[in-house]
């Protein structure tokens, strides 16, 4: 492996710095970057040393203000690690990791993310600039039964002025009660989203959005949301969904 190891880099800096003009030695470089391909140690070898860990977009970054990082910290805290030891009254909490391209990672994901563009991107990780526009993150507690989400709204989801669009407030509804209802049983999808709004949300504030199971029915998860200001005293919306437990072969159908 080492000696495979070895041609292959010394293909690739032939290659980069070849003469164009050089046939003699185009011959060789190609020859060596061949057998290499013939012994399967590029599939091998490459990955591992090109590839970076997917970047997790649930943990903090310089963009979180104050609230957002308290409560991460608060509900961190609340974490299996963090209560070891301590009697459990169902308050546990675990963060979920969180990346910009769900199919990788979700169940059936391998199979179904080779058949779809290489360029698709989860909607609400999508955009790179950390603070412009989806800054949360979720965490679930160990019976499942709840789901809370942290949620930073920024500049790029304005509606009326200053304030978040509706359809940005629909979308985190839809990935938090949607999370919690694939915990319960992935894959699902939304059969029905109902939202009422009750007072809008400032740009650049940070609301919790909660999540509680209302009960199943077969394939059918009917679950309750709530966004209300971090202290609790106003409610900004809610909202009731209902998912339904697919089968990989109906995303396959298209």
């Avoid at 608060?74 to 070891?84: G, I, L, R, W």
């Avoid at 679950?223 to 909202?239: Q, W």
Wanted: glycine content about 8%; overall charge positive.
């Amino acid at each position: 492996m080492a000696r495979s190891v070895s041609r292959i880099f010394s293909g690739f800096r032939c290659f980069g710095s070849l003469p164009f003009g050089n046939t003699q030695l185009k011959t060789q470089c190609a020859s060596v970057l061949f057998r290499t391909t013939s012994e399967r140690t590029v599939v091998q070898v490459l990955p591992s040393i090109f590839s970076r860990k997917p970047r997790d977009f649930s943990l903090p970054n310089s963009s979180w203000g104050e609230e957002m990082m308290r409560l991460y910290n608060y509900y961190n805290s609340q974490s299996e690690e963090a209560t070891e030891g301590q009697e459990d009254h169902g308050e546990q909490w675990t963060r979920l990791p969180s990346y910009n391209r769900s199919l990788k990672y979700a169940t059936g994901g391998v199979y179904l993310s080779k058949i779809i563009q290489s360029k698709a991107r989860l909607f609400t990780r999508n955009i790179r600039d950390p603070g412009a526009a989806f800054e949360y993150v979720v965490f679930f507690r160990q019976d499942k039964q709840r789901c809370v989400c942290v949620f930073q709204a920024g500049h790029l989801l304005e509606g009326p002025p200053g304030h978040v669009h509706g359809g940005a407030i629909a979308t985190m509804i839809d990935t938090v009660t949607g999370t919690h209802a694939s915990l319960l049983s992935a894959p699902v999808m939304t059969a029905n989203l109902n939202i009422n709004y009750r007072s809008p949300i400032p740009l650049g504030s940070t609301v919790l959005i909660e999540s509680t199971l209302d009960k199943e029915e077969g394939k059918k998860k009917f679950i309750l949301c709530s966004v209300t200001s971090t202290d609790g005293s106003r409610v900004h919306t809610e909202a009731t969904a209902l998912f339904v437990s697919i089968s990989v072969s109906h995303l396959l159908r298209g």
